[in-house]
């Protein structure tokens, strides 16, 4: 990472690259910069609490050993990553940046970009999943646990390479004239790259839910001719309300800062270094909304969070009628549908049902 091979390297310290770019290190600590490291170091906190949580939940109760379930660790994992990478950084900025060399300073940025990725592509992972189940009528994925795994390495490999493309030449070490003034060793180039590609894979997963979303209000209308059922039609609207969580969320925690990355890339004198931070900081809490949309909404979920937190048996927490952490699971939505139209709820008819139901497979 030494940039005095080069005679075109001229800056070698972190404050020269700063001064370049416009981004002066301040000498002593402001009350923006008090307020944005205590509002950082306070949500990087939650989020590494909520995502163990959610693993912790996912690890102990068998009836989340699906590949979904699998897909959501694995989510919570990227998002415990991204809670610990951002506490990093906001523990080296202000006047503390100074004290990084240049090679730490890649390692920084790079972690926040490998975490950030590693998120936005698990989020993409899920909605392909959900997809391939909803449209075969299925509530989990037919992948083997092989298969899962492969797409979990996958995910890391890709997300890793992201964070490490700078530091391995796309940057503008030696090339002053094109250095970012968010990322002050960052290539302009690289981010319109970093930026185009996230939103492209936004643009991926709206059409993927938009499309889930119409399949599933077809399938409801027609079989609402054929049955009145109020559960069916609370299951629908339900996953009509999640899809629209993920998507709202995910554009109000991630778009500002898309868009101010391709401000700065461009070079479009948008005065970009007054709100980076704040931006940062919401494009965050998206790894805090990930864990209550994706979990919370599990009613098995909730349950073992109850286990998890009273640090009590399984039958001695209050609303937890069943203690037992393995059960059957119904494999179709229909299944689902036949037990709401008996008036049973899956969990009270798992114990009776999953002779019949092995049987049935």
């Known amino acids: ?27 002593q600590w402001g009350v923006k910069d008090y307020v ?12 590494i609490l909520a995502n163990i949580l959610v693993m912790t939940a996912i690890f102990i109760n068998r009836r989340f050993h699906f590949p979904i379930y699998y897909l959501l660790g694995n989510l919570a994992a990227a998002d415990l990553f991204a809670g610990i990478s951002y506490l990093h950084v906001m523990l080296h900025t202000g006047p503390w940046t100074k004290r990084l060399t240049v090679y730490q300073w890649f390692i920084r940025q790079g972690l926040i970009d490998t975490s950030l990725t590693a998120s936005v592509i698990n ?7 959900r997809h391939q189940t909803i449209f075969t009528m299925q509530l989990h994925s037919q992948m083997t646990k092989r298969r899962v795994l492969l797409l979990i390495s996958t995910i890391w490999i890709v997300a890793i390479l992201m964070g490490l493309i700078p530091s391995m030449g796309w940057n503008c070490l030696c090339d002053l004239q094109n250095c970012s003034k ?23 997963m709206v059409a993927v839910y938009t499309r889930i979303f119409w399949y599933v209000r077809r399938k409801s209308q027609r079989m609402s001719q054929h049955t009145t059922q109020v559960k069916h039609k609370e299951t629908v609207v339900t996953l009509m309300k999640t899809v629209f969580l993920i998507l709202g969320c995910f554009v109000i925690c991630w778009t500002p ?9 461009v070079k479009s004198g948008f ?18 909304i990930n864990p209550v949309i994706y979990s919370y909404r599990d009613q098995d979920m909730r349950r073992t969070f109850r286990r998890i937190l009273c640090f009590c048996g399984p039958a001695r927490c209050r609303g937890d009628p069943q203690g037992d952490l393995s059960g059957a699971r119904f494999n179709t939505v229909e299944h689902e549908v036949l037990s709401e ?3 049973t ?4 008819s798992r114990h009776g049902g999953t002779a019949k139901h092995s049987h049935r497979r």
């Open 341 to 343: 139209s008996n008036g």
């Open 257 to 265: 800062g898309l868009v101010i990355l391709l401000l700065d890339g």
């Open 182 to 204: 968010m990322a002050p060793m960052y290539s302009t180039s690289y981010l319109v790259f970093w930026a185009v590609l996230n939103l492209v894979t936004f643009l991926v």
């Open 1 to 27: 990472m030494s940039t005095t091979a080069n005679p075109a390297c001229v800056c070698e310290t972190v404050e020269c690259f700063y001064n370049n770019s416009g981004k002066n290190i301040p000498d």
């Open 271 to 288: 005065p970009v270094l007054v709100v980076e931070k704040f931006f940062l900081v919401l494009a965050e809490c998206n790894s805090l």
């Open 345 to 348: 709820h899956p969990e009270s």
């Open 123 to 129: 989020l993409l992972a899920i909605a392909v999943e």
């Open 36 to 47: 944005v490291v205590s509002l950082g170091v306070t949500v990087s906190i939650i989020v």
